[in-house]
């Protein structure tokens, strides 16, 4: 509304008259949310029977919010870190990828003469928690929080750091039990999760990490046992590429970041 209402149509609108059509309603209401005088005037346009229950009403609320026992104190510290930074389904998830590191060690020591399986497998780890970070099949609160503004985005790259920093320390420990370059095991790890946070934005994070593992176990695990050798992907000379690739992924999922707050619609 331009002007604000008469009297006669906030006394209208405060006694619910039947004959006031639904436009004039939402006219006054949206009038009301901007104008303090307009409520002052509709405060007392109110009749002494509306007024009484109001009266009522309050004293009723007054003396059971006084009768209450005082609320306690939430200890939120777990909470927030549990929430904003974790969820439990990614537990399963991260416990998957440690077995498969452990048992891709042990592969490696009994399969003499093979390519280190822990070294193909290493860009792959991260990919199972990233694709279930931000998913509405695993997300029990994922309809809430895809209805909050940044859709995900704040939500997808905290899990996704949650993820990073319980699988780089076991593929830490695990290159370190058999020897293996960590520039080899960990750059190409991040470049891989990198690459599934910027190919989301365009067909979902879930998606987007089943097309890597398939894309990478294809190219470049199947024909390396096939001829036993290992790819010049993971060649010693290779970190420098992988660094590269790193940082040009990361560059490029940030300025994506429009697309990270349309996962809803994706994911």
């Not at 990233?130 to 790259?157: K, Q, Y």
Request: glycine share 6%.
């Amino acid at each position: 509304m331009s002007n604000h209402p008469s009297l006669t149509q906030l006394q209208r609108y405060a006694a619910g008259a039947p004959d006031l059509d639904e436009p004039g309603v939402w006219a006054i209401e949206v009038h009301l949310e901007d104008c303090a005088d307009c409520r002052a005037r509709l405060a007392g346009s109110t009749t002494a029977a509306t007024r009484a229950v109001l009266e009522r009403v309050a004293t009723a609320l007054d003396r059971e919010i006084s009768a209450a026992p005082a609320p306690v104190a939430a200890r939120r510290s777990w909470s927030v870190l549990r929430h904003r930074w974790f969820v439990g389904t990614l537990l399963p998830w991260l416990a998957m990828t440690v077995v498969v590191l452990a048992c891709a060690a042990l592969l490696g020591v009994l399969w003499t003469g093979q390519p280190s399986l822990v070294l193909l497998v290493a860009p792959l780890a991260p990919l199972p928690g990233v694709a279930v970070a931000w998913h509405r099949r695993a997300d029990p609160a994922w309809e809430l929080i895809a209805a909050t503004p940044a859709a995900g985005l704040t939500m997808l790259l905290r899990r996704t750091a949650a993820v990073l920093a319980c699988v780089v320390p076991a593929l830490a420990l695990v290159g370190a039990g058999i020897g293996v370059s960590m520039a080899l095991m960990l750059l190409p790890c991040l470049a891989f999760a990198a690459a599934a946070l910027l190919l989301g934005t365009l067909v979902g994070v879930r998606r987007a990490a089943i097309g890597l593992i398939a894309a990478w176990t294809l190219v470049v695990i199947a024909p390396s046992f096939a001829t036993a050798r290992m790819p010049v992907l993971l060649a010693a000379g290779s970190t420098s590429g992988w660094a590269l690739a790193t940082a040009l992924l990361t560059v490029l999922a940030l300025l994506r970041l429009d697309g990270f707050r349309r996962l809803s619609l994706r994911d």
